[in-house]
């Protein structure tokens, strides 16, 4: 089918994956004292690590989403080559990308009436989307038009479940999803959230345990209660920086679902800065 997939760097795919898939990714901005970066998952894991090393120090990092203008003069170009545009964007609950897209989208479609132009919001992040993506991908493969996808997406977002635990609330406070008080009382006490998303794609306390061991075995437990078995599937766990610890939770569903595909990678600098290092992040298809 004639129309072009368009994402943003939330969904974590390297340069590599985008050329296979034959999507294309918008990147949105980290700002450090050296100056602005792209967020693309394109460098080695000793690239990551040195950048969540800088986290761990609590450098100043600043992020930004992907301008209007940005979005305008990236879909027009495609517009003009005769193509329409599906663009599947980092939850609304979490960025103003979205917004951004879709305001662009409305200046288009009146220069471009011929053209059709969407914009979705996947209210999910990182992994999650590319669960959605890659099915999105298999659906235009499959002859499957512009409007059946937007419909599918529409219908199916909600499948994909979320749940993150972080190491360090200070992230978190950092970024105004936690006030100073419950940030003290929680880092003296240990207390590690569980974290899911809401229907809005808002993160959600769902849980709160002790420790680190017990929140990685409370994520596993919830994988392996509410996974749709029935579904060939992939569970990705995402980490920014700590390896070990996304082993150690994919031993844990292993030991009650040893035939289940896992993958594991790296979380992109943007949303490394909000949840910080050492979290884990997993995303899955749920039965509901």
């Known amino acids: 089918m004639n129309y072009q997939i368009y994402t943003d760097s939330a969904a974590n ?46 450098t100043k990092f600043m992020t930004s989403c992907i301008a209007p203008e940005t979005f305008y003069e990236t879909f027009k170009e495609e517009l003009q080559k005769g193509n329409d545009l599906i663009y599947l964007a980092f939850s609304s609950g979490l960025s103003s990308t979205f917004n951004n897209a879709v305001n662009a989208a409305e200046r288009l479609k009146k220069e471009f009436p011929e053209r059709k132009i969407i914009a979705v919001d996947t209210l999910l992040a990182s992994y999650g989307m590319q669960i959605i993506i890659k099915n999105v991908v298999k659906m235009r493969e499959m002859g499957a038009d512009i409007e059946t996808v937007e419909v599918w997406v529409k219908q199916n977002r909600l499948k994909v479940e979320q749940w993150f635990t972080v190491n360090d609330l200070y992230y978190l406070f950092k970024g105004g999803r936690l006030n100073k008080i419950a940030y003290l009382a929680a880092s003296i006490a240990q207390i590690k959230p569980i974290i899911n998303t809401d229907a809005d794609g808002k993160l959600v306390a769902a849980e709160r345990v002790i420790g680190r061991k017990r929140a990685l075995f409370k994520i596993a437990e919830e994988i392996c209660k509410n996974i749709d078995k029935s579904k060939s599937q992939i569970l990705y766990i995402g980490h920014s920086d700590c390896l070990e610890d996304a082993e150690h939770t994919k031993e844990l569903v292993r030991e009650k679902m040893p035939d289940l595909e896992i993958q594991i990678g790296y979380i992109d600098p943007v949303l490394g800065v909000h949840c910080g290092p050492n979290t884990i992040a997993c995303f899955f298809i749920a039965k509901k």
């Open 13 to 58: 795919f390297t340069y590599a994956e985008t050329r296979e898939l034959d999507i294309k990714v918008l990147p949105l901005n980290y700002i450090t004292e050296e100056g602005e970066a792209k967020d693309m998952l394109n460098g080695t894991d000793s690239d990551f690590a040195a950048f969540y090393d800088k986290l761990r120090q609590k």
